[in-house]
C-alpha cells in the first residue's frame, strides 16, 4: 500500500463520519424527507457558527418533527426559534428560523415537496444543481458544496465532486487535489467520507497527526 493510500485509509477510518450520518440523516434513501433534511442541515452549517452547533440543531429539528416542507411550514416562526436556541444555535437562531419556512415553502412551490424533482429539472447537471440550491435563502457556496459534497454519492452525475477546502487540505497532505484525482483511490460511496474527513481535521486544527 502507497503513502497515500494508507494515508486515505487512515482519514476514513478516524475521521471519515459524514455529516449527514452524524445528524443521523439516511442520503442512501434519496427520497424527499432525508433529502429535504439535509438541505435544512447545510443551511445551519452555512452560518458562521461552530459545525458542531450546527448538527446538534440539525438533529434538534428532526427530533422535534420538522422533517418534511409541510411540518416546517407549519410550525411557527417562535417555535423555530425555540427549538435553535435551546439546542446551540442562538446567535443566528431568528434569521434562520425564517430561512428555513422560506426554503421549505420554495421546495413545494417549485418542486412539488420533492428535491428530487431539482434534480430532475437541472438536467442532470452539476452546476444546474448548485445554481438552483443556491436559490434557497441561506444557501451560497458553501452549503451548495456542502450538499453536493455528501449527496454525490446517490447523485451520481455530481461525482466525483470535491469542494475547495477538501481539497486544500489534501494538498497541504500530499495527497491528489483534484476531485478526480482524490476519486481514483475511493469508490463512490468512500468520497464523501474522504472529503468530510479533510475537512474535519482541518477544522480541528490537527492536520499535523496526518502529516
Avoid at 102 to 128: H, Q
Wanted: with cysteine; charged share 30%.
Amino acid at each position: 500500500m502507497s503513502r497515500s493510500e494508507d494515508l486515505i485509509a487512515r482519514l476514513i477510518a478516524e475521521r471519515g463520519t459524514t455529516y449527514a450520518d452524524e445528524i443521523g440523516i439516511d442520503l442512501g434513501k434519496n427520497t424527499p424527507a432525508p433529502l429535504f433534511q439535509w438541505l435544512n442541515a447545510c443551511i445551519l452549517m452555512s452560518a458562521r457558527i461552530a459545525a458542531d452547533k450546527a448538527v446538534e440543531a440539525a438533529r434538534a429539528l428532526i427530533a422535534d418533527g420538522l422533517t418534511t416542507p409541510d411540518h416546517m411550514c407549519d410550525s411557527s416562526w417562535e417555535h423555530r426559534v425555540k427549538v435553535l436556541n435551546r439546542n446551540g444555535y442562538a446567535r443566528y437562531d431568528e434569521s434562520t428560523a425564517r430561512y428555513l419556512a422560506d426554503t421549505a415553502d420554495l421546495v413545494r412551490l417549485d418542486y412539488g415537496g420533492d428535491l428530487r424533482d431539482l434534480r430532475a429539472k437541472a438536467n442532470g447537471e452539476g452546476d444546474g444543481i448548485r445554481k438552483r440550491l443556491k436559490a434557497f435563502k441561506g444557501i451560497g457556496d458553501l452549503g451548495a458544496d456542502l450538499f453536493c459534497r455528501e449527496v454525490q454519492a446517490v447523485w451520481t452525475e455530481l461525482y466525483p465532486f470535491a469542494d475547495d477546502r477538501a481539497l486544500e487540505v489534501a494538498g497541504r497532505l500530499g495527497l491528489p487535489h483534484t476531485p478526480r484525482g482524490l476519486a481514483a483511490h475511493v469508490g463512490e460511496a468512500e468520497l464523501p467520507r474522504l472529503l468530510a474527513a479533510l475537512v474535519r481535521i482541518d477544522l480541528a486544527g490537527n492536520m499535523d497527526d496526518y502529516s
